[in-house]
C-alpha cells in the first residue's frame, strides 16, 4: 500500500516537473491544488482524475483549440471537401502500412506473437500488391490490423496511466503514453532508408497528410463535442482515457478486432 | 487516430460498464429481447432521420422517441453521481429537466450531420447488468461506425442505458464533463445547474 502510494506521489512528481520542461512560460506554472485528505469524496476525486497538472493542461488545450481552428480544422475541411471517402481510405491504409513495422516490434514487446505476426504480413503484403500500402488487401486475406503503440506496450507490462498530460500540437497524453513519442519517431521504415532529400521530403509530406487525415477523421466528432459538452477540456480528457484503457484491455485480452 | 482505431469491443468495455451498474437493478434482458428492441427502435431512428421533414420537426419527432426508447431519468442520476446527494430535490428535479432538453439537443445537434443512413443489428453480449448490443451505422460518403446500445429492464420494459462508440461509454464521458463543472466550482451542484441552464439558453438563442 504504502509502496504504491509512494508511486503513485513519485509518478504525479513526475509529471509536475517533465511538464514545466515543455513550458516556455512562468506564468503557466504551478499543479492543481489537492484538496485535503481528510475530505475523502473530494480527495477520492481528485486522485480518481489524476491530472495534477490540469492548469497548465488547459492552458495548452486552449492554446491548441487556437491551432485547430485557424490551422489544422481547415486544412482538414479542405483535404474533406476535395476528396470522397474511398479516397481517404486509401490515405489511410498507406498511413497505417507505414505503422505496421512498430506494431509489430511492439507486439513483439508485449508476448503476443500471433498480432506481431498478422502485423508482419500486413506489412509484407500491403507493402507489395497493396502498392506501398495504398490499398489493403492482407484485411481481404483476413489479417485485419490492431493497432498499438509503445504506451500501450508499458500498459502490458504493468505501468499505471499515470497523471493526465496535455501536450502542445500533440494534445492528450500521459505520463506513460508519453513515451510512446521518441519511439514512434525512430520506429518507421524511413528510418531504416539511407538519408536523401527525396526521404526527407517524403517524411515531412507523410507526418503532414498523417495529421491531416486524422484531424480529417475527427471532424464532426470534434465539433460535436464542442457544441455539446460543458466542460470539453474534461469531456477530451474522459474519452481518451476511456479509449486507451480499452485499447489496453482489447490488446491484454487478445481480442484483435478489425480496423476501420 | 486511437478513437478511430477501436471498434466497439464489447469485451473491452466490460470494467466500464460494471462501474456503472447503478442506474437500473432489474433483470438483465435476453439478448434476443435486446436485439428485437433496438432493430425496432434504429429503424424509428432511421426513419426520423432520412424522412423530408425539417431539422425542427426530425427534432421534434426524434425527443418524442428518445423519451420512449431511453432510460433519460436514470442515465441523468447516474451522470450527477455522487453529487446526488448533495443536491437539493429541488435541483435534483431541475437537473433532470434541464438533462432532458440537453441530451435532446445533442441528438438534434447529431442528426444534421447525417441522411441517407442505415443501422444493421449484430450480436449482443450480456455485461455487468446491461445487454450490449453492437449495431453498424452506414452514412454516405462516412465510414461505417460500430455503436453498442447496452439495454436495460427499466420498470418492467426494455430501455437504453448507455451508448457505447469505440470503447467509449457516452454516460460515463457525461459523468465526467458534469462533474468537471462541479469541482471547478467548489463543489457547487448550483453551479452545474447554471452551466445547464447557460448552454440551453444558448441553444434556444441559435
Partial sequence: MRIKKLTKTAASKMACLAVPGLLLSTALSGCATAPPVSDTADYQAYQQINDPAEPTNRFFFKVNDKIDTYAMKPLAQGYVDITNQPIRDHVNDFVTNIGEPARLANFMLEGKPTLAGTALVRFLVDSTIGIGGIFDPAAKLGYTETDTDFGITLGVWGLPEGPYIYLPVLGPSGARDIWNLPVEYFATPMEAAPASEALRIFTYSETGLHLISARANYLGTVDQINATALDPYATFRSLYRQSRDAQLQQIEQGNASPAQ | ?206
Avoid at chain 2, 455522487?82 to 442528426?111: C, G, K
Fill in chain 2, 1 to 206: 487516430m486511437y478513437l478511430r482505431r477501436f471498434i466497439l469491443s464489447a469485451v473491452a468495455c466490460a470494467p466500464m460498464l460494471a462501474v456503472m451498474s447503478g442506474t437500473a437493478q432489474a433483470q438483465q434482458v435476453p439478448a434476443a429481447t435486446a436485439q428485437a428492441f433496438i432493430n425496432q427502435s434504429g429503424q424509428q431512428l432511421v426513419t426520423i432521420v432520412n424522412s423530408s421533414a425539417s431539422t425542427s420537426q426530425k427534432a421534434a419527432q426524434l425527443h418524442q422517441l428518445v423519451e420512449q426508447i431511453v432510460a433519460v431519468d436514470q442515465i441523468g442520476d447516474y451522470v450527477l453521481g455522487r453529487y446526488i446527494n448533495v443536491a437539493t430535490p429541488d435541483q435534483h428535479t431541475q437537473f433532470l429537466q434541464l438533462f432532458h432538453e440537453l441530451l435532446s439537443y445533442n441528438i438534434t445537434y447529431q442528426i444534421k450531420a447525417y441522411a441517407g443512413i442505415s443501422l444493421v443489428v449484430n450480436n449482443a453480449a450480456p455485461l455487468g447488468d446491461d445487454m450490449v448490443v453492437n449495431t453498424t451505422i452506414n452514412a454516405p460518403g462516412k465510414a461505417p461506425e460500430t455503436v453498442g446500445w447496452a439495454v436495460d429492464e427499466v420498470n418492467g420494459a426494455p430501455k437504453i442505458v448507455d451508448v457505447i462508440v469505440a470503447g467509449t461509454s457516452l454516460r460515463i464521458t457525461t459523468r465526467n464533463d458534469y462533474a468537471s463543472v462541479v469541482i471547478d466550482n467548489g463543489g457547487a451542484v448550483s453551479a452545474l445547474l447554471n452551466a445547464m441552464q447557460n448552454r440551453v439558453t444558448q441553444i434556444a438563442a441559435q
